[in-house]
């Protein structure tokens, strides 16, 4: 009997192992991206479904090559709850990487809540892509202390300098056509503001560049993030006598904000960043009251930054129903970023990925990626900005259809060739301003 208990726990033992082994194989046979972002609000919608995607087309076709072995995508979701809660987002990416084990992370949205889950994905050793933070102070971690921040990358939008540089030149576009059909002869500005870290180096810079382009700051405005309410800061604006309202907005602000503006008729125009007026569902959040909004974007419908983002956006149009926002680069973090990089590789070890990553040059929907560095030379994992790399959209609401209208024979230097996108359409002066102003 002794023999036999004896004979049965050994039989246990090889089963049990025999059970982990494949469990372990089955295991190996998948790498898991963790998604990270607020699932609750558009932002980490799109974040989830462009991560979607990119799962359902590499799996499609087998997998990503991995050495001598394909392996399936397998997507862990992640609710940061980032705009509410910081300690959330922290706990949200500890779980991703202790419980769920995953290998790679994508997303993130709130400066704030990312810088926080930053420390915390580089502490695991884990590459994190942020698609949604814009703070340069994200990447310049990187070249500050590279052996601990390496395996962070920014995947869109490019940063909060680059993004106001683009910003002003939308601005300037859009004062120049004011000046010259209105007969303006000094443009002013009124720059609004959300409460949120990002916006910060924005509002210092606009203070530079606006009188550097001729025109006048009337006063600086900086409603909630989640202000349902802007009368008050909308009646100052108009009192103010502004042409032109300067927008910083990532969050639901900007709903409130062009709608009343619009039930208002306030006779200057918006231009700048909203990334609610990114949305299809923006016009009837609006109500309609907010025609000839305009925003800096990254994908509208019937625009093409080059040849692959046509197929991109009806693609996705057609499985979610909506024009992508800009936090739908999740998709291509994984499906031009990671999946080729992990088969230049053949490994899944982090550190031969990232070594690849940070040199490589690749086309996206919205444009090339290649990674700066900093005067000093050293990594920072920062996207360029510029012709031939990323340069984001400004696009306009004109009666119900989201318009592309820059860049449009832009040129960054006399002796450069102009940049038009197909697809472009003039900028349109909301007719109530032509009206006041138009003599």
Request: proline share 4%; charged share 20%; net charge positive.
């Amino acid at each position: 009997m002794e023999r036999w208990k004896k004979g049965m726990f050994m039989l246990a033992i090889i089963f049990l192992f025999f059970m982990s082994n494949v469990t372990l194989s089955f295991g190996q046979d998948v790498i898991k991206i963790g998604v990270i972002g607020p699932m609750k609000f558009v932002q980490g919608i799109g974040h989830w479904n462009g991560a979607t995607m990119a799962a359902e087309e590499i799996n499609a076709k087998g997998g990503i090559q991995v050495g001598s072995k394909k392996m399936k995508v397998e997507l862990v979701q992640a609710d940061s709850n980032e705009f509410l809660s910081i300690p959330d987002a922290t706990t949200a990416i500890e779980r991703l990487i202790t419980r769920d084990k995953v290998h790679y992370i994508v997303g993130g949205f709130r400066t704030e809540a990312v810088l926080a889950m930053q420390d915390i994905a580089m502490e695991h050793k884990k590459i994190f892509i942020g698609v949604g933070a814009a703070h340069d102070e994200l990447c310049l971690r990187v070249a500050r202390d590279y052996k601990t921040y390496k395996y962070w990358f920014r995947g869109s939008p490019f940063n909060s300098s680059f993004l106001g540089r683009t910003s002003f030149i939308h601005l300037g576009t859009v004062g120049a056509i004011l000046k010259g059909s209105l007969n303006i002869p000094k443009v002013k500005v009124a720059i609004t503001a959300e409460k949120a870290e990002w916006t910060e180096p924005m509002i210092k810079a606009a203070e530079t560049a606006i009188p550097g382009m001729g025109m006048e700051t009337v006063g600086i405005w900086r409603p909630s993030a989640v202000a349902t309410d802007v009368t008050a800061e909308l009646s100052a604006i108009q009192r103010s006598e502004a042409h032109i309202i300067f927008t910083i907005f990532s969050a639901s602000v900007g709903i409130p904000f062009a709608r009343q503006a619009g039930e208002l008729k306030i006779p200057a125009v918006q231009v700048g960043i909203n990334v609610e007026a990114q949305k299809d569902g923006f016009w009837q959040a609006t109500r309609g009251m907010g025609n000839y909004v305009a925003t800096m974007n990254t994908y509208a419908r019937g625009v093409e930054s080059n040849e692959l983002t046509k197929a991109f956006v009806d693609t996705y149009v057609k499985r979610f129903g909506e024009t992508p926002t800009y936090t739908a680069d999740t998709y291509a973090a994984i499906i031009y970023g990671l999946a080729p990089t992990i088969e230049q590789a053949g490994t899944l070890d982090a550190d031969k990925i990232v070594s690849l990553l940070e040199e490589r040059v690749y086309k996206t929907p919205s444009g090339t990626v290649k990674y700066m560095k900093d005067a000093q030379g050293r990594h920072l994992h920062e996207l360029t900005w510029g012709p031939g790399y990323l340069t984001a959209l400004g696009v306009q609401w004109q009666d119900g259809e989201l318009k592309g209208f820059w860049p449009n024979k832009w040129k960054v230097a006399p002796e450069a060739p102009e940049i038009t996108y197909k697809g472009m359409v003039p900028y349109k002066i909301p007719p109530w301003m032509i009206e006041k102003y138009k003599k």
